[in-house]
């Protein structure tokens, strides 16, 4: 019995982990899910600027910022996820990411390269603000996907 189903399930930055870790773990993607699109997700914190760290590290030893501190933790220490994951995922998927993206381009590919049908596009003149920076284009090539 299927309870629940969904053409499309876009999830952007830090949500993919969420996704993915429900979603490999606790049910069948391929039956709940036709499509995804995945927003500027990293892999592990090595997939992000060694700026964008800092950032974070310097946060977190501000005593203003402890309310803060939990998620800026998670961010230094999350996710993990691997290859091995990935190549669960037997769904079509558009992984997108920002030219200037905070995500390293080597993460964002090897994100598209480790799930077998996946495509790849990188936003020209765009950060990690993708959907606020261009969201034309990104309209545009979400259709496009939903369209194949």
């Known amino acids: ?12 930055s830090n949500s993919f ?10 049910s069948n993607l391929k039956e709940l899910v036709n499509k995804i699109i995945i927003i500027g997700a990293v892999l592990n914190p090595n997939g992000v600027s060694k700026e964008l760290i ?3 590290k310097s946060l977190a030893n501000k005593p203003s910022e402890n309310a803060n501190l939990r998620l800026i933790e998670l961010m230094l220490n999350e996710p ?3 290859k091995s994951e990935l190549n669960k995922i037997q769904n079509p ?3 997108i990411a920002g030219e200037k993206d905070e995500v390293k381009e080597i993460h964002t590919k090897e994100i598209q390269q480790n799930i077998s049908k996946a495509e790849l596009l990188i936003i020209p003149n765009s950060t990690h603000y993708v959907p606020f920076e ?3 284009i990104l ?7 939903l369209k194949k």
């Open 1 to 12: 019995m299927r309870l629940y189903s969904s053409e499309l399930v876009i999830v952007y």
């Open 17 to 26: 982990l969420f996704f993915l870790y429900y979603n490999l773990r606790f």
């Open 54 to 56: 800092e950032n974070l």
């Open 80 to 82: 993990n996820i691997t």
């Open 93 to 95: 998927v558009l992984v």
């Open 134 to 136: 261009q969201p034309k």
């Open 139 to 145: 309209n545009e090539a979400i259709l496009k996907f």
